[in-house]
Each structure stands twice: as structure tokens, then as C-alpha cells.
């Protein structure tokens, strides 16, 4: 079982900064796959980023290319979302998951793919950005 915990988030004004991090334990260091997803209130939950542990790959939806980073951590196997320039509409829960294989590559670039893509999940943690 593989356990990921989430940290950072808090609360924002339009147009600051946060950072959240994910650290996973896993049975295996080899190359995983990690991304964040976001549930607003009253919303279905949606991909955010996505990158391949060891070789860095990313893939951010059109929502927050150019403002969010996605990175991998010091530690292996653990990431962190840089979230700058920050709308109302990013508020939310922001979960972490992870699988233990490649990122989804329909067409060979690397994707975000879908929650059932993602076989581990933390509990989330709140983004509140206020105006």
C-alpha cells in the first residue's frame, strides 16, 4: 500500500503564490508517475499536472499552464506544485496521486489522464484564494 501525504496549501489572494508538496512512500523507488488533481465545492474533480519521477516529464492542463510548476522534490519521490498568479477559480481540495508505471501516453507525449489512471490517493489539502 502506498501511502502519500500532502503539505502546504492555505489561503491567498487573487494574484499570490503557494506551494504544495506530496511525499510518497512506495515499495519501489522506480520511476512513478505523480499528479495533482483539484475539487472545487460543487465540482467535479480535474487534473492539474502531472510528472514522471526520476525523468521529469510534465503535463499541465490548459488551466494552469504558464502559472503553476510541477517538480520533483529533493527527496525521491516526492513533488511540489508551485501555484503563482492565483485565480478564484483554483481554489479548492488539492489531491495527490500517484501510480506506480509511466504517465498515460495516448499519443506518446506525456498526459495527464484520468482519476481511474491513478491507483493511490492522499486525503487533500485545502487551497482557498480570496478576492
Known amino acids: 500500500q502506498v501511502r502519500l501525504r500532502e503539505s502546504g496549501g492555505g489561503s491567498v489572494q487573487v494574484g499570490g503564490s503557494l506551494n504544495v508538496s506530496c511525499v510518497a512512500a512506495?515499495?519501489?523507488?522506480?520511476?512513478?508517475?505523480m499528479a495533482w488533481f483539484r475539487q472545487a465545492p460543487g465540482k467535479e474533480r480535474e487534473g492539474v499536472a502531472a510528472?514522471?519521477?526520476?525523468?521529469?516529464?510534465?503535463f499541465y492542463t490548459d488551466a494552469v499552464r504558464g502559472r503553476f510548476t510541477i517538480a520533483q522534490g529533493h527527496e525521491q519521490n516526492t513533488m511540489n506544485l508551485q501555484m503563482d498568479s492565483l485565480k478564484p477559480e483554483d481554489a479548492g481540495m488539492y489531491y495527490c496521486?500517484?501510480?506506480?508505471?509511466?504517465?498515460?501516453?495516448?499519443?506518446?507525449?506525456?498526459?495527464?489522464?484520468?482519476?481511474?489512471?491513478?491507483?493511490?490517493w492522499g486525503q487533500g489539502i485545502q487551497v482557498v484564494v480570496s478576492s
Open positions: 510528472i514522471l519521477t526520476g525523468d521529469g516529464d510534465t
Open positions: 496521486a500517484l501510480r506506480e508505471r509511466n504517465c498515460p501516453r495516448p499519443n506518446g507525449d506525456l498526459a495527464m489522464g484520468l482519476q481511474n489512471d491513478y491507483t493511490f
Open positions: 512506495v515499495y519501489s523507488y522506480r520511476r512513478n508517475c
